[in-house]
């Protein structure tokens, strides 16, 4: 198990043996970081992004959901958001596994702080899916934040992490990373 050496200012794998066989390999920060979590907040907007929504939309056979499920399971609950009102995000989270879903929201910082009290969680508790300039107050906030790979400058800049996939690949990798510290690192 290797660990932060503050004097060299450098952050160090952790690596443990799963009780599968597989070598299991994380950042201290993402522990850190991640182990708190009990809320993920994404930003639905983004899963549009794709060249091949039409594909994405109407092929079951895509492996859809697991990780989602496997957050649902470690207690941490996944809310998506989006400005639109659009049957095709809909239809995505659905699929994704996400249970809650809201269109039309206006004022991100204002849904954060409601979601916030309904949930009774605090930021520390907080992973946030970031697409755009408008989730910069709640990137800011989270305390732990992803950024798909296509976002704007401004929000990777902001976010705590940046995901090598866009749209709900994104969500897939963040949703995974997530799960590990969860399963690993209780």
């Given at each position: 198990m290797l660990f932060?050496?503050?004097e060299l200012k450098m952050v160090f794998d952790f690596a443990l043996q799963s009780d599968k066989g597989m070598l299991v390999r994380l950042r201290t920060d993402l522990i850190k970081r991640l182990t708190p979590i009990k809320?993920?907040?994404i930003n639905a907007d983004g899963f549009l992004t794709e060249n091949l929504i039409s594909f994405y939309l109407n092929n079951p056979g895509i492996k859809n959901g697991y990780h989602i499920n496997n957050l649902k399971r470690l207690g941490v609950d996944?809310?998506?958001y989006?400005?639109?009102n659009s049957n095709e995000i809909s239809s995505i989270t659905d699929r994704l596994g996400i249970d809650f879903f809201h269109q039309?929201?206006?004022q991100t910082v204002d849904f954060y702080s409601d979601i916030k009290k309904e949930r009774s969680v605090l930021n520390e508790n907080v992973a946030c899916f970031g697409w755009d300039n408008s989730d910069i107050e709640l990137i800011k906030s989270a305390n732990f934040s992803f950024?798909?790979?296509n976002a704007p400058l401004e929000v990777?800049?902001?976010?705590y992490y940046v995901t090598y996939n866009t749209g709900e690949d994104a969500v897939r990798e963040g949703a995974h990373l997530i799960s590990r510290v969860k399963t690993y690192f209780k």
């Amino acid at each position: 198990m290797l660990f932060y050496d503050l004097e060299l200012k450098m952050v160090f794998d952790f690596a443990l043996q799963s009780d599968k066989g597989m070598l299991v390999r994380l950042r201290t920060d993402l522990i850190k970081r991640l182990t708190p979590i009990k809320l993920l907040l994404i930003n639905a907007d983004g899963f549009l992004t794709e060249n091949l929504i039409s594909f994405y939309l109407n092929n079951p056979g895509i492996k859809n959901g697991y990780h989602i499920n496997n957050l649902k399971r470690l207690g941490v609950d996944s809310i998506a958001y989006s400005m639109k009102n659009s049957n095709e995000i809909s239809s995505i989270t659905d699929r994704l596994g996400i249970d809650f879903f809201h269109q039309g929201i206006s004022q991100t910082v204002d849904f954060y702080s409601d979601i916030k009290k309904e949930r009774s969680v605090l930021n520390e508790n907080v992973a946030c899916f970031g697409w755009d300039n408008s989730d910069i107050e709640l990137i800011k906030s989270a305390n732990f934040s992803f950024a798909p790979a296509n976002a704007p400058l401004e929000v990777k800049a902001d976010s705590y992490y940046v995901t090598y996939n866009t749209g709900e690949d994104a969500v897939r990798e963040g949703a995974h990373l997530i799960s590990r510290v969860k399963t690993y690192f209780k």
